[in-house]
Nanobody, 121 residues
Framework: QVQLVESGGGLVQAGGSLRLSCAAS????????MGWFRQAPGKGREFVAA???????YYADPVKGRFTISRDNAKNTVYLQMNSLKPEDTAIYYC???????????????WGQGTQVTVSS
């Protein structure tokens, strides 16, 4: 099966940048979409961005123009470059893998442990 390990979270001031990494191992050939989700305290987990096996990228409206998802196929690693961070971006960010569908969230069968991103004003 697939295992996901996330890293790169931390504390940053508003307007700053962070790059999150998600390393996938196991049966990665079964993955079609790799996605990033986030969950703020007391709120539900929401879609942030995803990248398909073909290289297509998808973004939630709140992060368009600020976040960039990319991949390194040789390393089976997906990245989320987050620029112009805002306090409302504060959340636990999760990496997830889907075999077939971009959405809904239920389509993602494997999840990482999450990494905390805190943006101060």
């Amino acid at each position: 099966q697939v295992q996901l390990v996330e890293s790169g979270g931390g504390l940053v001031q508003a307007g700053g940048s962070l790059r999150l990494s998600c390393a996938a191992s196991g049966r990665t050939s079964n993955i079609y979409y790799m996605g990033w989700f986030r969950q703020a305290p007391g709120k539900g987990r929401e879609f942030v961005a995803a990248i398909s096996r073909s290289g297509s990228t998808y973004y939630a409206d709140p992060v368009k123009g600020r976040f960039t998802i990319s991949r390194d196929n040789a390393k089976n690693t997906v990245y989320l470059q987050m620029n112009s961070l805002k306090p409302e971006d504060t959340a636990i960010y999760y990496c997830a893998a889907s075999k077939n569908a971009l959405l809904p969230r239920k389509a993602y069968d494997t999840w990482g442990q999450g990494t905390q991103v805190t943006v101060s004003s």
